[in-house]
């Protein structure tokens, strides 16, 4: 059945061959069955012809009009009233055709009156067991089809979530770097030049690897990393900044610059100018399951409360996206210092 709902779904031409088809079967099956039971073939297929269009009438006003109209919208009560008097009024048209039509070539033994309600009732159960499969087959392609919508519709708004987000990462980025180069040009330091070119590196990996969803994970660390060195520039060396990288990254793939706003915090909260006593600590620890995100840093109070904004919350969005249940992060504000600890899990080889 399923296989069916897949094919109909795939191209709508295809739904008027197995209307055809259904008739057909149903002409020719009853037609059978009855000729078979009373010995009358001819009677039986020319009267099934001759009520075919009552019956195909009855079936299609409710495969499009009061099932979409009324069960659809959750109207019960019009959509059982209205049924109940389709239904009557299919039977009481049968009733008529037979009389005028059929009787006349093939009378039957006994001609019971036309207002007889056994035999009106009759055409109306031979309508139901025709409306079965067609009224469960409509259910099931529209439940199929709003299924697939709803699916289509959450991935679109995931992805254009996604973009924005990304979009907003980038500036916020680009900014602090360049105030970073601002500083050092104001004190005509010589290390300007050098950032400018780490900076250039970095910006050129933005463009070209942060379009997909996930990236491999060495790509992503040696980011970080050229990111800590751009940033130890602005730090005089009374700072104590430590990175460091265990595990094995081959094969693993990660979300781009998920983890880089936890990195700046650690360098928004550290101001250059009060060195004294102050460090940044960053470790990632890579397993066969998850990569491992630590950090921790001194921070000046009020620059804790400067930094603390949009770059985790964009991030956190992104982590509930991408990772949905997948992951953990803790933060904790300590009396003197400022920690993160964030688990990922990870698919190896799979993007």
Known sequence: MQRIIDIILED?????????????????????????DYGEFGKFYFSEVVLLPVKMSV???????????FLFTKKYFLFLSL????????????????????????????????????????R???INTLLII??????????????????ILEKEKMEAELRYLRSRVNPHFLFNSLNNIYSLVQKKSESA??????LSGLMRYMLRQTEADFIPMSKEIEFISSYI????????????INFEVTGDSAGKYIAPLILLPFVENCFKHVLPDTAENSYIMITIIISDKELELRTKNSYNTQNLKNAAGFGI?????????LYNRGYNLEINKGKENYSVNLKLEHNNGEK
């Open 229 to 240: 060195e751009l940033e130890k520039i602005r730090f005089s060396e009374e700072t104590r």
């Open 59 to 69: 079936v299609y006003l409710f495969l499009y009009f009061l099932i979409p109209r």
């Open 83 to 122: 049924g109940i008097l389709s239904l009557a009024a299919g039977g009481v048209m049968l009733r008529t055709l037979n009389f005028l039509v059929v009787f006349p070539l093939f009378p039957p033994p006994v001609i019971y009156p036309f207002l007889n309600i056994y035999e009106i009732m009759h």
């Open 124 to 126: 109306i159960v031979d």
């Open 12 to 36: 709508r031409s295809k739904r008027k061959y197995f209307h055809i088809g259904y008739w057909l079967f149903v002409v020719l099956f009853f037609g059978f069955f009855w000729g078979t």
């Open 134 to 151: 067609p009224a469960a087959g409509k259910i099931l392609v529209t439940w199929n089809e709003n299924k697939n919508r709803t699916i």
């Open 313 to 321: 919350r964009n991030v956190k969005k992104r982590l509930d996206i």
């Open 193 to 198: 030049g050098d950032m400018i070119l780490k």
